[in-house]
Nanobody, 118 residues
Framework: QVQLVESGGGLVQPGESLRLSCAASGNRFSFYEMAWYRQAPGMQREVVATINDADTTFYADSVKGRFTISRDNAKNTVYLQMNSLKYEDTAVYYC????????????WGQGTQVTVSS
């Protein structure tokens, strides 16, 4: 059973930084894509950043230049470095991973809260 466990969330002030980590376990195959999504209260879940197995990345416009996604395949971990945090970054952040072996299988973490407040 694949498990994704996020860590690193917390309460920070505007302009500060946080680093989220997501450790995967139980996967028989390497992940094609890993990503971070977020969901603010009353809002739909949205993609924040993605990275595939070629290290090609994608960022939502709202976080470009401030957030950096990376992955360590040896540790089966994906990271999200978040700098210059804004109030509007407040959300539950979810880790996502998928494998593409014959069929596509998608996995989600349980989420970690990020709150930006003064």
């Amino acid at each position: 059973q694949v498990q994704l466990v996020e860590s690193g969330g917390g309460l920070v002030q505007p302009g500060e930084s946080l680093r989220l980590s997501c450790a995967a376990s139980g996967n028989r195959f390497s992940f094609y894509e890993m990503a971070w999504y977020r969901q603010a209260p009353g809002m739909q879940r949205e993609v924040v950043a993605t990275i595939n197995d070629a290290d090609t990345t994608f960022y939502a416009d709202s976080v470009k230049g401030r957030f950096t996604i990376s992955r360590d395949n040896a540790k089966n971990t994906v990271y999200l470095q978040m700098n210059s945090l804004k109030y509007e970054d407040t959300a539950v952040y979810y880790c996502y991973a998928e494998t593409r072996v014959v069929v596509t299988r998608r996995y989600w973490g349980q989420g970690t809260q990020v709150t930006v407040s003064s």
